[in-house]
Every structure is written in C-alpha cells, then in structure tokens.
C-alpha cells in the first residue's frame, strides 16, 4: 500500500507587503516630563546614550486599541474589503494578561469574520517573526490575505525607579496588510536566539517591570545584528548597498548607527534611508518596525518596491532580519 499523501492548497508564487498603517497615543512624554515624574536622569544622558528626545506613552488606550488604530489605517491603506482577511497575527509582549490573547478580538472589532487568529510572542523581534509566519501561512496556500500588526504598551511595565530601563520603554502599533502575490516580494527569514542570555532582559517577578542589562544587549546586539543583516540581504540575493530603507528594532539609536555603519550603508553616496524613528518614537518592541516603516513609506522615503531591510532583536534573547519589497 503506497505510503499516504495528504492535499494541501494551490500555492501562489510569492507574498508581499501591499500596504502599511501606525497608530501612537497623542500623549507626548519628553526626557524633562520622565525627570518630572521622579526619574532620577536628565535628558542631555539620555540623549547621547539611548538617542530618544522624546516617546508616547498611552493614556486611555490598550494593546487592542493601539493595534485597530495601526490596523485600520493599513487595511484602507489597502483598499482590501474585510471580508478577504483570513488571518490575524498579532505580534505583542505587553498584553495585561496571557489569556484571551488580543488577534481575536481585534480582528472582531475590524469586522473580519472568523479567521485564523493568534498572538506571537518573540519580544521585540515579533514583527519580523510575524511577517515570516504571514508569508509562510501564504506560501504554503493556508492563508491569502493576513493582517499583521506589532502592538505595545510598554508603559504597563515600567518601573521609575529603574532609570535604566524606564528612560526606554515606550507605546505604539504598526500594521501590515500581506497577501499572494505573483512575484516574491518577502525575503527568507534569517532567524535565531540566544536563549543562554535569556536574564539579559526579563520581569521583575513582583512588580512585573521590565529590566535589562544594559550593556550585555548593548554588546550582544552590536556584535550580532550586522551579521543577521548581511545574512538575510545574501539569501535575498541583494547587496546591502542596494538597500533602499533600513529599519531596525528602534532599540537605541546608538545600535542602529553601529550596525547601519557596519553595513557599509552609511554615508556619503549611501542610497539607503535609515529609520531613526526611536528619537521621537522610543523603543515600542515589536510595534518599531511597523511604525518607523510605516512613517517612512507615508513621508515618500521609499520608492514601491524597492528592497528594504527589516531586524528585530530582543528579549529572549531573540532576532529575525527579512529583505522585503516595499509596498
Ligand atoms: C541602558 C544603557 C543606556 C545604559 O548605558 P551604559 O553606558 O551601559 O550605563 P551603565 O549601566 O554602565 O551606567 C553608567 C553610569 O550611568 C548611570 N546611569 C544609568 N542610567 C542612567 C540614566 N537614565 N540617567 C543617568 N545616569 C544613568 C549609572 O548609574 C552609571 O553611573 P556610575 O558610573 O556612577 O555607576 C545602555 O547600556 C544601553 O543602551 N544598552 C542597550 C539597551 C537596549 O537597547 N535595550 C533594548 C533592547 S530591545
């Protein structure tokens, strides 16, 4: 008896990014209001050592909301009807609770009808793991139309008296609208952990505020993030000069410089337009990505599709780099 062999869909030829929405809370917090609030710093350090003037932090608003505000721009961005998504991801770390996770109830405040709906935890590489789940869910013909979003409302887990990590953290959504394509417009994932550091940045057990330390990320992500870069740009078949964008997790404004720099991407004669939303934006995890690109392809930053090079790295310690094409 031949060995079974069970059916799968008709797979397309490729996926692609075909449009981009972000959502920030209107509240605006400068490094002097974090001083106001009893953070024991001042801007000038803060400045020179993480890059950030200023962040948002949410007053009223969820994870969920954050995410059907970044949503909604990027499905009209679309011009796609809510009836055609099939799938939901929604890339978090912050939700208040594990269970129910936010894909769910964000996709019924869309009035998407019962797809496929989950949340994805990979810290602040979750947007490039997301988009690889979104295009392998098409790849593979399960999915044809998947709305992906990084969501986070880090000011939930915050502690003022922790100026080394409160002086970071901020709140935020972007949204991407992925879909069967004809020609392939997102690159293999280059992806990895490296979970021997997994204390480098964890949750204090009793007040569940984040802490980091600082300066085993700052060297492990500045000596492992150019190499993921290269990497992901060589299985996309460009070179790194070819890049038309760079958008790195916004982790500090410092790591984006070092790694941009060691791209080559830099520059004088440099055609690459680097994301250096963090200075107004803050570190929002796995919302950085969405919400810097977003911005960038909203300001005409970046021609439609031209190769764009996407990094998350976090806690975990996790990362993922694609080259997509732009929307
Ligand atoms: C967090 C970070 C800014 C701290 O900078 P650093 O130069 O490593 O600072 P250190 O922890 O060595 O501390 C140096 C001094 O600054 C002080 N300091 C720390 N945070 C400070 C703040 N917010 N304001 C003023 N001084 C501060 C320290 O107390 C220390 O003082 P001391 O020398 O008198 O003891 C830096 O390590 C960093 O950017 N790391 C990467 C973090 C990151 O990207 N996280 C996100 C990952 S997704």
Redesign the pocket.
Known sequence: MPSPSLQMPARPTGARIVAMGHYQPDQVVTNDDLVARG????DE??QS??GIAERRFATTESVVDMAEGAASKAIANSGISVGEFDLVILATCTMLYPVPGGAAELASRLGINAPGAYDLNA??AGFAYAVNAASNAILTGQAHTVLVVGAEKLSDWIDYND??????FADGAGAAVITASDEMAIGPVVWGSSGENYGA?TTNPDTHALI?D??A??RW?TSTIADVGRQACEAAGVKPTDLAAFVP?Q??L??IELVAKKLGITGEGSKTAIARDIVTAG?T?SASIPLALSKMLERGEIPSGEPVLMIG???GLTYAGQVILAP
């Open positions: 953070v024991d710093s001042n350090w803060i050592r993480v810290a602040c100026r080394t990590a409160c002086i970071i940045i980091q600082g300066q990320v700052y992500a997790h982790a500090n410092r790591i570190n995890s790295f976090g806690a």
